[in-house]
């Protein structure tokens, strides 16, 4: 294809052969030749701007046609048909379709038709205690094993697509597709989980795609093109009481919330029952603003009513925290900003 004038050629030995002339409009005619011919033919165009088609019909006896057409999302495709004038009978094969990759060589760009595909393997985590999630995909091309002893680095995928949303049986968020650059042998990535979304009982879905560099792109999935994987948080995060609590509503505070060296975390556990209050076992975790966990700050039974802890920041650089309180009947959480 010389994408400067616009036209396609074949070889033929060491000659090109100019055989299709995209500049000219449907209604008109040109001169190429089409491969197995010895000589140059009148080629007529049809179609529009989402369909052109080239048509050869050479004089009889022979009575075959070929036809090359350009349509859009389908790239170039060709059908052969051919005419028994001794039966008066027509036989027509379907088009085909070129799976075209390109390559560029002094100037050119020539297609080549192949049935290579991306290649992608992934063993999947079931669990997570991080939300700053690292993938590391295998993605590679049967091009680039056919070709890696000849082109070091050679790398024919284009795009790793991750298909995600959150669920937790009854409610599920929209579904985002993120595009990372393939890379080969191994794709890596970082995916910001919702660590809200997920210790409250959210799972994480998600199906990975790959997109290689053909005319027609060719993608693949893992796990299904209409399955997905799943990913939850590890129970130790969260708490586990064979006694669940009635729902209540936590009060949680800090005070200073700007602080250096000391805080003060207030927290209100509601009265609940009939007769007498029950101590809540309670989790106090405080993560960093990645939701990463960086210090466990109450993991026992908290009697309920009005309490209060104090919070060293020992070992904690500046920046923003959040502390998360729960129990069986509910969360909370607040922000809490570290200056040193």
Request: charged share 20%; net charge neutral.
């Amino acid at each position: 294809m010389d994408e400067a004038t616009n036209k396609l050629y074949y070889l033929k030995g060491n000659s090109k052969i100019m055989m299709l002339d995209f500049n000219i409009p449907p209604g008109s005619s040109f001169t190429g030749q089409f491969p197995g011919f010895n000589s140059a033919h009148n080629i007529s165009v049809t179609g529009g701007d989402s369909v052109r088609t080239f048509n050869f019909s050479p004089p009889p006896p022979d009575g075959s046609s070929t036809y090359y057409r350009v349509e859009k999302g389908l790239g170039l495709r060709q059908k052969y048909s051919s005419f028994s004038i001794s039966s008066n009978s027509g036989i027509s094969d379907d088009w085909s379709t070129f799976n075209q990759i390109r390559f560029n060589q002094n100037g050119d760009t020539i297609y080549k038709d192949q049935s290579w595909a991306p290649i992608i393997t992934y063993t999947p985590e079931t669990t997570t205690t991080v939300f700053l999630k690292t993938f590391n995909v295998n993605t590679t091309h049967d091009i680039n094993k056919l070709y890696a002893q000849y082109i070091p680095d050679i790398n024919f995928n284009d795009s790793l697509f991750i298909r995600s949303f959150y669920t937790n049986g009854t409610d599920s968020t929209a579904t985002v597709v993120t595009a990372v650059a393939a890379t080969t042998p191994v794709t890596t990535f970082n995916l910001q989980l919702d660590s809200a979304k997920m210790k409250v009982g959210y799972k994480f879905k998600y199906r990975l795609s790959l997109r290689d560099k053909y005319y027609r792109p060719k993608l693949i999935f893992h796990p299904t093109s209409i399955g997905f994987h799943t990913l939850i948080c590890d129970p130790s995060v969260g708490l586990i009481e064979d006694d669940p609590q009635i729902p209540v509503s936590i009060d949680l505070k800090a005070y200073p919330n700007l602080f250096q060296e000391i805080t003060i975390l207030e927290i209100d556990l509601p009265r609940y029952g009939l007769i007498c209050p029950r101590p809540a076992m309670s989790k106090g975790t405080l993560y960093d603003i990645l939701g990463r966990p960086v210090a466990d700050i109450l993991d026992a039974d908290f009697p309920v009513g009005e309490n209060s802890i104090k919070f060293v920041t020992a070992g904690l650089t500046s920046g923003v925290y959040v502390f998360r309180l729960t129990t069986k009947s509910g969360s909370e959480h607040i922000k809490i900003l570290v200056t040193k």
